[in-house]
């Protein structure tokens, strides 16, 4: 078993296709990203926090030559330039309170279509709850087609668990994910906190990252749920 570094290594997140676990939850939302064509050349793909959003843009952007633009960083004076190339706009509703951001995305949103690219757009709840005050913009995105990332399976949240553990540089034993799968909370945000508590702990105490920490992890967050109960 590989020793865990006393220090801390920098993790990089790897967003290749070949580096995302394809399982029931995701297989339609893969199924898209990967088709040739979308109706109306637009796509809204929804999901909680961790679920593969960005990956997946990622993926899609890679392999249409597409750009990644998060909503809240778009700049009126851009839209001509973006709009020249296939476009993923992250984080949608995250501008429902910026009248300017939502201006400047539906005027993107016309000219890339009228351009013939494809817009793929993303939040983490359906597209008619993301409530954007901009009534023809909210419209346009009720219009799109709408795939959406299910909560994880136990294949596919062992697969993010792995994936999580390898971003940061760490190997955990060999029965830590199956006991991880089996006794954690079933969310793709629970996965990534328990990654970083088990990588905190092994750190401070200069220790591998085994069954019985993660064990002692998961019953002190038991412990401490009870307690503000």
Not at 26 to 50: D, E, H
Not at 72 to 85: C, F, G
Not at 92 to 99: E, H, M, S
Request: aromatic share 4%; charged share 25%.
């Amino acid at each position: 078993m590989a020793t865990q570094l006393s220090f801390d290594l920098p993790s990089k997140t790897a967003l290749g296709r070949e580096d995302f676990f394809v399982s029931p939850a995701n297989a339609l939302a893969v199924a898209m990203i990967s088709a040739t064509s979308w109706p109306g050349n637009k796509l809204v793909l929804s999901g909680p926090a961790g679920s593969g959003k960005t990956h997946l843009a990622h993926v899609w952007a890679a392999e249409t030559g597409g750009r990644i633009v998060q909503a809240i960083d778009l700049r009126y004076e851009e839209v001509p330039n973006l709009a020249r190339t296939s476009v993923a706009i992250e984080d949608v509703p995250l501008i429902a309170g910026d009248p300017e951001q939502q201006k400047t995305l539906f005027h993107l949103h016309n000219l890339v279509l009228a351009e013939g690219n494809a817009l793929l757009m993303t939040g983490r709840s359906a597209p008619k709850l993301w409530r954007l005050p901009l009534a023809d913009l909210q419209s346009r995105v009720e219009g799109a087609h709408h795939v959406a990332l299910e909560a994880p399976d136990d294949a596919l949240l062992g697969a993010v668990l792995a994936k999580l553990f390898t971003d940061r540089q760490l190997s955990p034993g060999p029965d830590v994910i199956a006991y991880l799968v089996k006794h954690m909370d079933r969310s793709f945000e629970a996965a990534a906190k328990v990654v970083d508590e088990l990588d905190r702990i092994a750190l401070d105490e200069k220790r591998d990252i085994t069954r019985a920490l993660a064990v002692r992890l998961l019953n002190t967050e038991l412990e401490q749920s009870d307690a503000h109960d």
